[in-house]
């Protein structure tokens, strides 16, 4: 039976795949005019929830019962035909196209669109949800909030009366989750149904009407709207990890991103970045005459808007794009040498590409856990692979990180989003690490394995490695890092010291003021 209000009901719902039960008798209502948060660990069957009512994935067993009636969604495009738009964690939009291109993506090939009409209809949308993006943009023209905005519009372009957001906010700063939750509330208050997926209990409080909580592919409890609004906010937040985690959630709980107390580093660098400078296409300047060092031990932070150079930066180190200037590690110029060597050396990237990047979905994820190691020894020998040698290290990674998967065996491409990003760390923090870079490696993770990481940094950082954190997360910047350096339009505006004043110079360092600046207003005030 449906519950009155609701739009969609799922009713016993379960899912297999090889070896795991993804969701396992699921049972939940969403309805009419509500943002309902759906919350969980990586793994507990979010996205495969997410997979059933778009259409993607058939259940095996249990019913989606929408309007009242027993439905098979076959496919996306039917989904859209119910009403059910989707926004995924990860874009789907063709940049050399424009806005307008984007959204008439899917429709009759064969009938010629009415420009004027897309126009009228996508000006009214922009209207009704606050929204201020020109059609005719390309969409690699496009902030990443931008071209948020414009996945939200074509879910919603054929009268969307649900919309579905995978943890919308990952990599949206401050002032674009803010007009993100005024976006949902418009589409609550315009009769939609929201289906919020997110890993912040600040945002699942702030923007949600009704909370469940899913754990090992179950539901494991429920807040409504009444209850959540009795409750004070710490108590809610303890209630929700409770449910997440269960007999975790103390320890959960006690792991907030925390810098380790030591001594100022001394001695010689551990990596020394000088005069480095990245062009682009039409060689467009990416990075531009930046200059900093890590010494060992040391958490250099790098905060600052996505989309500010910090991903080539990160890539120049790594060498996966070439550069001009200085890249040193322990004195030793790295500037001409490849990723391989450079991996040789100790340099460890965890790229926020993760699945574009950072792993090849096809493969399994023993193969994964070894991508900048094939055929070197000791698991390959004169070019022909060592199965068991190769599988025995997959098994060690896959427990000593807790990365979710069936066997070594299972292609990588079907894990979660947060357990490819276990495998990630495990390979690059294997063994020989001396520099690792870290681009918003936490993006997507669940509370425990967000902890587990900020330890493993504090802990690496204790043991002498040097550590490059580049993070949209204001918070976990300055909760790790030592140092904190600031990019804005691929410059390096200034490089300051961690301390009470921290994130009112790094906020004043993000609007572009350079840190002579900085130091001169503080001298004044």
Wanted: aromatic share 4%; proline share 3%.
């Amino acid at each position: 039976m449906q519950q009155p209000g609701a739009v969609i009901s799922l009713r016993n719902i379960t899912k297999r795949f090889p070896g795991v039960i993804a969701n396992d008798n699921v049972s939940l209502d969403i309805r009419a005019g509500e943002i309902h948060v759906l919350l969980g660990e990586n793994g507990a069957g979010k996205s495969t929830l997410i997979g059933l009512l778009s259409g993607m994935q058939q259940p095996d067993d249990g019913k989606i019962i929408v309007d009242g009636k027993p439905t098979r969604i076959r496919s996306p495009r039917h989904a859209l035909s119910l009403g059910i738009g989707t926004v995924f964690q990860h874009r789907m939009l063709v940049p050399v196209l424009t806005v307008a291109e984007n959204l008439l993506l899917g429709n009759a090939w064969w009938r010629r669109p009415r420009r004027f009409g897309i126009r009228e209809r996508f000006e009214k949308v922009c209207a009704d949800f606050g929204i201020k993006i020109d059609l005719d943009t390309e969409t690699s023209a496009l902030s990443l909030g931008e071209q948020q905005q414009v996945e939200i519009i074509r879910a919603v372009w054929r009268g969307g009366r649900v919309i579905i957001l995978d943890e919308p906010t990952a990599m949206l700063t401050q002032q674009g989750i803010a007009q993100l939750g005024m976006i949902m509330r418009r589409m609550k208050e315009s009769g939609a149904a929201v289906i919020f997926i997110t890993h912040h209990l600040s945002e699942a409080l702030e923007f949600g009407d009704r909370i469940s909580v899913l754990r090992q592919g179950r539901v494991a409890g429920e807040l409504e709207c009444n209850e959540l609004r009795a409750m004070s906010k710490g108590l809610a937040i303890n209630r929700i990890v409770g449910l997440m985690f269960g007999e975790m959630s103390s320890e959960v709980m006690s792991d907030s991103p925390k810098r380790a107390t030591r001594p100022k580093a001394s001695g010689q660098p551990r990596l020394s970045v000088g005069a480095l400078s990245v062009r682009g296409p039409q060689g467009r300047l990416l990075v531009d005459n930046i200059s900093f060092e890590v010494m060992p031990g040391e958490v250099f932070g790098i905060a600052g808007v996505d989309g500010n150079g910090q991903t080539h930066l990160a890539q120049a180190i790594a060498g996966q794009i070439s550069a001009q200037g200085i890249i040193a590690l322990d004195g030793v110029d790295l500037v001409t040498l490849g990723v391989s060597k450079r991996h040789r050396l100790g340099i460890r990237y965890l790229t926020d590409d993760r699945l574009g990047e950072g792993v090849v979905g096809s493969l399994p994820v023993s193969i994964n856990l070894l991508l900048k190691r094939i055929g070197a020894d000791p698991f390959w020998s004169l070019g022909i692979k060592r199965g068991r040698l190769i599988n025995r290290h997959a098994d060690t990674l896959i427990q000593e990180f807790d990365i979710r998967t069936p066997s070594g065996a299972t292609p990588i491409g079907r894990l979660s989003g947060g357990n490819i990003q276990k495998a990630l760390l495990a390979r690059e923090l294997d063994r020989g690490a001396v520099l690792v870079v870290y681009n918003k490696s936490s993006h997507g993770l669940d509370l425990r394995t967000t902890a587990v990481l900020h330890r493993r940094i504090v802990d690496d950082a204790a043991a002498g490695l040097g550590t490059i954190l580049i993070s949209t997360d204001l918070d976990e910047v300055l909760g790790l890092s030592d140092r904190i350096g600031v990019m804005v339009r691929g410059h390096m505006t200034g490089i300051i010291e961690n301390g009470p004043d921290a994130r009112l110079q790094v906020g004043t360092l993000m609007t572009g003021a350079s840190v002579t600046g900085l130091l001169a207003h503080a001298a004044r005030t």
